[in-house]
């Protein structure tokens, strides 16, 4: 089979298309959501890809340190199994991507880089591939549903992968929410974080984790957010990342007496994130909060107020395949 515009199959060079892609960031869990919740944030990261004579791989942007720019890149090998999906031969590809998604400081940069890299390819081969089927890819190839989810489709994403089929379901959280992120100067894999968890937990967690996650939704779905601050606990898995980072305990003890709705450990962390009802209230006493309390244990961390992200991934149309894609994003004011 023949890709759209590449002449005889898989021949690339000047003239084949590209396509652009903008795809969110994402915290999963939500603390007692583990591996099931996950919520997109407007921070994002773009995606450039077309078909070329041979592989090139260009990186943009402070965050993109230590990412490979071979053909063991993320995005590279996401996108070549779309290919084999649709039954179409490996092409070379030329790919260019700028993140403004720190890398491995669990707000989804890895689910970034899957989710873009499917949307980007599906694009490219002229979406053959339902929006089902690329969640069903990205949920294998992440191992969970969360980041992916959220990055795929935006908003409040409600997902379970059970190793052979995904599900979900998406809710848009109220305008009035805000969130607040403090990003510890450190990076931690979440290999990393996931080898500290037990094996098995004792009944009483589990029990404890279906309370709290299913309350948390039905705060979400019914705007009841007094209910956040009840139900935004977890003993599944901050318990046991708790040790990884300096401060964490003492933040999720406190956050909501300096304004937060609720705070949770941030997909598998090391960044913290607290919801608030409208940051003109007490935002700035609740960064300070956060702030203080990684200094005192000898955590630098750099704060961000973000807005959940009703919209998942998006090919974009108006970005000029003629200039570099950095130009692109910073002339249309990142959009
Ligand atoms: N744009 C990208 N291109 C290629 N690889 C990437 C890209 N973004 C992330 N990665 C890969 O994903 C790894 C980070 O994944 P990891 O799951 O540890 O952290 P995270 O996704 O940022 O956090 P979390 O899953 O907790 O939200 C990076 O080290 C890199 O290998
Ligand atoms: N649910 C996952 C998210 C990180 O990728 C975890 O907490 O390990």
Redesign the pocket.
Known sequence: MSLPGSGSGLAGGPGSPKVYVKVPAST?NLGPGFDALGMALDLY?WIEMGIASTTEIRLYGDQ?N??PTDKS???YKVAQQVFDKAGIAHPELDIA?Y?DIP???????????IVGALVAANALIGNKLSPHELFQMASALEKHPD?VGASLFGGLTIAFWDGERAEYLRIVPEDRLDVLVAIPRFQL???KARHVLPEQVPMKDAVFNIGHASLLVAAFCSGRYDMIRHAMKDALHQPYRAPLIPGMSDILERAEEHGALGVALS???PTLLALVDGKEGRGAELERFLLDTLRDRGIEADTMWLKPCAEGAAVLSHFDPNVPLIDNVKGNVRT
């Open positions: 999963a990261a993109m230590g990412v890149n993320l995005v991507m993140s890398l491995t400081r669990g707000l989804g940069s890895s689910a970034s880089a980041n894999s979440t290999e997909g598998a962390g």
